[in-house]
């Protein structure tokens, strides 16, 4: 079951905080998260299992609210570097590593 | 090493044509999988290999043949592809092939691939 990412699309100025939201109606595991470049392979940001752990990593930090199936990816003080599709991928309890992805979120920094 | 590598970056094929698709990684992982992406699209997972073995196969046609020739290697195989398969092909490694703990997947460049 593909996950609902939310917003589409979103254009920011440097310095600016964004957020991306992600939701299932299955059971999750966990959620991944990646960002992608133009031409590029996505890259690994973070992962939250159920629990509701918060998770961070420089400026972007993520959460996973289990009892709604929910996450959000936090984006502060963005930089032009984060420019990018954001892609969740979930992985259901059942699954057995199988990341389903979101439609994506571009990102657009500008300066 | 933390790096998935995959040959090669770019292939054109005719619809005859028979090619393979390399992936390597040497990060001890035990399972490695092949993605497809078309343009602006989330990648769509094909085939998860867990110990060697062949665990997922997402009804992919059978006109893509994967093989693990060793923990470390992967191949698709290609053979009488149509237009609509061109698109990139991504390999991504992991430490397992279950749902567990920080079990991350760390994804190559992948190969672009174009039938004619």
């Known amino acids: 079951q593909q996950p609902v990412q939310s917003p589409q699309a979103v254009i920011l100025r440097e310095g600016e905080d964004a957020v991306i939201n992600c939701s299932s109606s299955?059971?999750?595991?966990?959620v991944h998260w990646y960002r992608q470049k133009h031409g590029e392979a996505p890259v690994f940001l973070m992962i939250?299992?159920?629990?509701?752990e918060q998770k961070g990593h420089e400026k972007i930090s993520a959460s996973f609210n289990e009892k709604k199936q929910q996450s959000s990816l936090y984006l502060t003080a963005s930089q032009l570097s984060y420019s990018g599709t954001y892609f969740c991928?979930?992985?259901?309890?059942?699954?057995?590593?199988?990341?389903?992805f979101g439609e994506g979120t571009q990102l657009t920094v500008n300066p | 090493d933390t790096e998935v590598t995959q040959t090669p970056k770019h292939l054109v094929m005719g619809m005859t044509n028979k090619k393979s698709l390399k992936c390597e990684q040497h990060?001890?992982?035990?399972?490695m999988y092949w993605y497809k992406q078309k343009a602006k699209k989330p990648p769509e997972l094909m085939f998860v290999?867990?110990?060697?073995?062949?665990?997922i196969n997402e009804s992919v046609p059978s006109r893509f043949s994967p093989e693990c020739p060793n923990s470390s290697l992967l191949n698709l195989h290609l053979h009488a592809l149509q237009p609509e398969d061109s698109a990139l092909y991504l390999c991504?490694?992991?430490?397992?092939?279950?749902?567990?703990?920080?079990?991350?997947?760390?994804f190559g460049p992948g190969t672009r691939l174009t039938v004619l």
């Open positions: 299955k059971a999750l595991y966990s």
């Open positions: 991928g979930t992985e259901e309890e059942t699954s057995g590593s199988r990341l389903t």
């Open positions: 939250l299992l159920k629990g509701g």
């Open positions: 290999y867990s110990y060697e073995k062949l665990s």
């Open positions: 991504a490694s992991s430490q397992r092939a279950a749902v567990s703990s920080y079990n991350e997947q760390f």
């Open positions: 990060m001890g992982h035990r399972a």
